[in-house]
């Protein structure tokens, strides 16, 4: 894993973790703008940085951002948002516990489970986008399902496309396997669970997130679909990440 950090070593450390695939560059410039309050500590996934060896799994992700705030933090920071995946990565964390995460945001968090069938195909598919750059028929299904159109198609520009092929099945396969595991639920940190009205998938993934969580906040933003308000509103997602954090 890959930890970058950005902003004065004075400010409070706040953790990003970003989404599936995504080049975590890309999620760094989306939210440049807070390096004016925060220390931001990017981590990159195994798998998803130049020079990585493959992905292994979300528990060795999360021990790996474990023992780094540890290290460097005492255990602990200001806050954390995780947007997609990233949410994901904060489910894992919360649920092992072993880090004070402050104020935790999970943007588009998708912890339902959608089964290996679905992680299978969704792997293919992608593997075929990052080695020919085509788009394969069934990605407009996969969008409709997150609530995307066709001119949403430009948000793959965020996407890191040098992972291995074997990076892209276990992380995809992994993700679609993904169960909540009721440890969460002895976990006290406050958590705002956001998602766009369109993401049927966060919703669901919130209602399970819900039964578990002691100290949590819902927004589903009206109009939205999965990774619009982060990669079309910059300006309003940093005002209203700093707003949360404070």
């Not at 292994?56 to 806050?79: D, L, P």
């Not at 290996?116 to 069934?138: E, R």
Request: some cysteine.
């Amino acid at each position: 894993m890959l930890f970058t950090e950005f902003g004065n070593i004075d400010n409070p450390p706040v953790l990003l973790l970003h989404g599936m695939m995504q080049d975590w560059h890309s999620e760094y410039e989306l939210l440049k703008p807070l390096e004016e309050y925060y220390r931001l500590i990017i981590p990159a996934q195994d798998g998803f940085y130049d020079g990585s060896s493959d992905f292994t799994s979300f528990a060795e992700q999360a021990r790996q951002i474990e023992e780094y705030v540890q290290a460097n933090y005492n255990g602990k920071v200001h806050g954390a948002y995780g947007a997609s995946q990233g949410g994901l990565m904060l489910t894992e964390l919360l649920t092992r516990n072993k880090i004070n995460l402050g104020t935790v945001i999970m943007d588009g968090c998708y912890v339902a489970h959608q089964g290996k069938i679905s992680g299978w195909v969704t792997y293919k598919m992608f593997c075929k986008f990052k080695n020919t750059g085509k788009f394969p028929a069934l990605i407009m299904i996969m969008m409709k399902l997150m609530g995307l159109k066709v001119e949403d198609l430009g948000m793959m520009d965020s996407l890191y496309m040098n992972a291995s092929d074997e990076t892209v099945r276990r992380n995809f396969m992994e993700n679609y396997t993904y169960h909540t595991r009721p440890e969460i639920a002895q976990n006290e940190t406050m958590v705002h669970l956001w998602c766009g009205s369109k993401e049927p998938y966060a919703i669901k993934s919130h209602n399970i997130l819900k039964r578990y969580l002691k100290n949590y906040q819902e927004e589903i933003m009206q109009g939205l679909g999965h990774g619009e308000f982060l990669m079309k509103h910059q300006k309003k997602i940093c005002e209203k990440i700093y707003k949360t954090f404070q």
